[in-house]
């Protein structure tokens, strides 16, 4: 069964710097991975999607990921967080196919420092 | 183009009651994807529907349910409601079945079960 794992449930960020959320999948074939951002009282938004291809995938907002399938990661990178960032994280899998539908992690809360 | 619409946005029921929830796709989407999100649990696919038939299905027992009509519209039921149905229910919409197109996500219908 595939699973998703984001080991950081909490991340404190100061505005202006750096951003890395992990995310490790596990799926016995190709995955399908999605980033999507939740904020308070709102859905989900996607980010960004890998399917195939070049294994460093641009966003939305400034956010970039990284496939590392010798890793079995794909985190989500921001050079310079604003304070409009803070909100739910989840990264998901997916077969493609649709069987199971999106898996997703447990979510990571990003805090944004002034 | 409207995004996806989910009513109630709110909802609080008794124990042993049944709820239908109901979720309008962006116009041209012939899916919809249906997910619970609970702070214990995170987000759990329920169902997917195109083109009126249930593709797939989550790990939820028999009283979750759902259909889809003719002009893509979807609606789940839960019946005889336990204390442990109280989540946020998600709604997403896409063009394609499965994963390949971009789901696009409703606000939810915050459920609470007392």
């Known amino acids: 069964a595939q699973s998703v794992t984001q080991p950081d449930i909490h991340i404190t960020v100061s505005e202006g710097a750096s951003l890395e959320l992990r995310c490790n999948y596990s799926?016995?074939?190709?995955?399908?991975l999605f980033w999507y951002v939740q904020s308070p009282g709102q859905g989900l938004q996607l980010l960004l999607k890998?399917?195939?291809?070049?294994?460093l995938v641009q966003g939305i907002k400034g956010f970039e990921a990284e496939f590392k399938r010798s890793q079995s990661s794909f985190n989500l990178r921001k050079p310079s967080v604003h304070w409009s960032d803070a909100a739910e994280y989840f990264c998901?899998?997916?077969?493609?196919?649709?069987?199971?539908?999106?898996?997703f992690g447990k979510g990571t809360h990003l805090i944004i420092q002034p | 183009k409207a995004g996806v619409t989910q009513t109630p946005r709110y909802l609080i029921k008794t124990r042993g009651q049944q709820v239908t929830l109901s979720c309008s796709p962006i116009?041209?989407?012939?899916?919809v994807s249906w997910y619970q999100q609970t702070p214990g649990q995170g987000l759990q696919f329920l169902f997917e529907?195109?083109?009126?038939?249930?593709?797939n299905k989550g790990n939820f027992p028999g009283r979750f349910s759902g259909r889809q009509f003719s002009n893509s519209r979807s609606e789940m039921n839960v019946s005889t409601l336990e204390l442990g149905d109280s989540a946020l229910y998600l709604c997403?919409?896409?063009?394609?079945?499965?994963?390949?197109?971009?789901?696009?996500f409703g606000p939810g219908t915050r459920l609470t079960v007392l």
């Open positions: 997403a919409s896409s063009f394609q079945a499965g994963q390949q197109g971009e789901q696009f």
């Open positions: 799926y016995g074939a190709t995955p399908y």
């Open positions: 890998y399917f195939s291809g070049d294994t």
């Open positions: 998901a899998v997916g077969s493609g196919g649709g069987a199971d539908g999106l898996t």
């Open positions: 116009s041209g989407h012939r899916s």
């Open positions: 529907y195109f083109s009126e038939t249930q593709r």
